[in-house]
């Protein structure tokens, strides 16, 4: 199992606020995160397929397939906008990393899947809001 | 003559408009980065000193010191803000890194003068608005 | 499955040295980690919880609780200390990175998977002694 | 279970171009990557051993040690070198990172397991053709 | 002065080799860098422009702009080639970082200053061989 | 005027505090950085020598010389050491870094500039304690 991996970055505006509770339950919930005139990121995204290199190519996926795909399900979207207005995909969603990775994920799934190598799967999508602050989806990863 | 230098970050949304201007020029000078509903940054700041050391502590400023003047008089204001609304000291100022770079500056050159050793001048102050978009204002070099 | 991840960092003194062994053995074995008068690193340090978000909140974990926690259990302990000597809950350990990895996790575990959404798990504690050599441990891996 | 990873680095010319199909074929397929006069990077590449610490050392594997090896079996054929042409143990193998990653993990293996705690496998190798273009080598990760 | 500062990068192949020296002096000389069969770098460039924003903008200049000169002078003839063979503005350089980065100031300097705000002027170019090697031109600091 | 720079890294342990003073005033002064029993970092050195290329051989200095006078005026000395004692060149001097980089500067001079190119300097030495903390001496820049 080889996995390979392409990194890309965009950056947005977003603000953590549940619609369904009040406005103190997101103040204390969410701090500085909650506040009302929204903050920004410049987001990392890192998509790794796994999968067996085409024996005529090498490749597992070529990564320029795969920037392409990032860029026009991800990126087009999302890049300059605002997470919680902007962007049809998202709509009901909180924007945490946690629900963006998940969201990413999804989008990308079926058209990464058909431009890889026979068998290969979408194995995760991994997040940086900041350096320090990362979330990652891997639905092949099981515990216990 | 020695340099310090102190890192250290915040993020914000913002978007880049010149309200004395029509909407058609806004949108053709800032393209992307004046789309309607902010976007954001992690903003990477440097701070720079430049003196001698004391001879007492070894230190041209004492980079604690240094790290809380850069929390009160910028952090503060402007971390998890929309940068054209929220920061009183950006009032006016379209929030290019050019303009952020000089109004950072303006804030802390007194306290941080007052804080650094006998002689010492804030010498630059240095903005990522991305890993690969950065400004810089460094009122000492001359040029010709 | 969901894995969110908190980077923080530190610094510390340390030295490979078993006492239960001669010095020549000692500095055989360890090189310029024996050498007498200490050494020391920038720690980076990486915690990661998997889980499901909370529906209410859309977090695995709050990621400034997982920040304080972190900064309860191992930085305030160890930071600007010297690991051989200064650390209750590093008694009788030898500091290599493996060593550390497993009781930074243990510290960690307790208190973590108390603040995280219900079924959370502390998933893996990495740690960069330099950033060429990391040790992660990950009791949730198993192979073959 | 602990994962320890040594990382480092050497630059190699290269082109991908399968030689049992067409100019045009290759062109097509591999774009830039194709262009007949070479083009080159700086590698970077993370070697990862799982086992348990040494009770007498508290190493899995002695970082010095698993450097040596790196350095004997992939840096002195690879470093400064042409990938396609200089390399006897990739004769025969298209340069793209997924082949490469596998090659460099076959030449690992029994050293690094001789120089490794008991019961310890070199789990993974892990290759940064670019920082954003990435491939991993780990057949002990099974899927489904 | 304000100092803007777009970075990007590139890969390429080369091989240092003075053709009016003997091989031996050659091989002497520059080592691994000599090797004939080419190696190759991924190159970073950071390209730095001094002077006051526009007014209007805020702009010392669009960095868009800045990125599109330095796509079409420098990486479009670079990027993926071998630098002693393939790009006619090196004809007859030997591709140190020393030369390459005074080159590509000279290809940048007309289209640079006639896209940014008025009087500014392109301060330096810095080029990243590797991550530890690195070479900058400025003609602007003068010694002594 | 082209610089180039070679940057590489070493780890060592230290304490801030100054003999001729008490013990409360170093413990205020210094905070952290005072504890007794020492701390350590992964330092990063920046080393820049300024001057024309040779014609010969397209260098201002041959960066493997360089690497190799750093490794034998600093690194050796340093690397794995602990400041206060083990370091000759260090006797009596307060390790911040404001007065490492001078003394690393002073160390280096000589022995850089005889293998320079004609007429070159020593132009800087950089010094990351952490990469937040940076200290440069640079001799050449004057202000005022």
């Known amino acids: 199992m080889i996995f390979v991996t392409r990194k890309t970055h965009f950056n947005a505006a ?4 549940n619609p369904n509770r ?11 995160c909650n506040y ?60 945490t990393s946690e629900n963006l990775v998940k969201a990413f994920y999804d989008q990308l799934k079926d058209e990464v899947e058909a431009a890889a190598s026979e068998g290969s799967i979408l194995y995760s999508v991994k997040l940086f809001e900041t350096e320090r602050n990362i979330a990652e989806y891997c639905p092949y990863i099981t515990i216990g």
Chains 1, 2, 3, 4, 5, 6 share one sequence.
């Not at 009040?22 to 500085?32: A, P």
């Not at 067996?52 to 860029?71: A, C, F, Q, R």
């Open 14 to 17: 977003h603000r953590l606020h």
């Open 22 to 32: 009040s406005d103190d339950w997101n103040s204390e919930t969410y701090g500085k």
């Open 36 to 95: 009302p005139n929204w903050h920004g990121h410049n987001y990392i995204i890192e998509v790794t397929v796994a999968g067996s290199p085409d024996p005529e190519t090498g490749y597992v996926i070529d990564l320029g397939d795969l920037k392409s795909i990032i860029n026009e399900k991800v990126l087009e979207p999302c890049d300059h906008r605002n997470l919680n207005i902007d962007v049809p995909f998202l709509e009901g969603v909180i924007p």
